[in-house]
């Protein structure tokens, strides 16, 4: 699948933030590609997450495409309750790649956070 091509363009860590269906209010993004298909297992999606501090995802996710994480700011909470007590602390730098149909989470911040995602399918060998 060909890739459009974008030079650099500005985006605003202070307004372009969205919610994001189906999740808590606190968990935003910013999506910079998707043309991520389920129907026919293809594309890519790349995005910002900001899970602002306190705010916790009670179940856990699992998904039918491939996930690479990097956590850039702040601390990702893996794991907890549905407090946000318990779980493992990842604080940034930190990466994390799951396959597809990996179950993870409940996921919550202490501090708040900011993520970079990349969410594709992985061609067919």
């Known amino acids: 699948m060909a890739r459009n091509h974008r030079e ?5 860590l202070e307004r372009d ?4 269906p189906g999740y808590p209010a606190g968990f935003m993004s910013i999506t910079l590609i998707n043309n991520l298909d389920s129907i026919h297992q293809s594309g890519r ?3 910002i ?3 602002d501090p306190g705010i916790v995802l ?5 998904h039918d495409h491939c996930e ?3 956590l850039f700011q702040g ?4 794991g907890c309750d549905e407090n946000g007590a318990g779980g493992e602390v990842f604080t940034a730098p930190t990466y994390a790649i ?5 179950k993870h989470g409940p996921f919550s911040s202490r501090k708040g956070c900011l993520m970079l995602e990349a969410h594709y399918y992985e061609p067919e060998v």
Do not use: G, H, K, M
């Not at 933030?17 to 994001?20: A, D, L, M, N």
């Not at 601390?75 to 893996?78: A, I, K, M, P, Q």
């Not at 799951?98 to 990996?102: D, K, S, V």
């Open 8 to 12: 650099f363009f500005p985006v605003d």
């Open 17 to 20: 933030w969205e919610s994001i």
């Open 45 to 47: 999606r790349t995005r």
């Open 49 to 51: 997450l900001r899970i």
């Open 58 to 62: 009670t179940r856990q996710v699992v």
């Open 68 to 70: 690479e994480v990097f």
């Open 75 to 78: 601390d990702l909470v893996v």
């Open 98 to 102: 799951r396959p597809e149909q990996i």
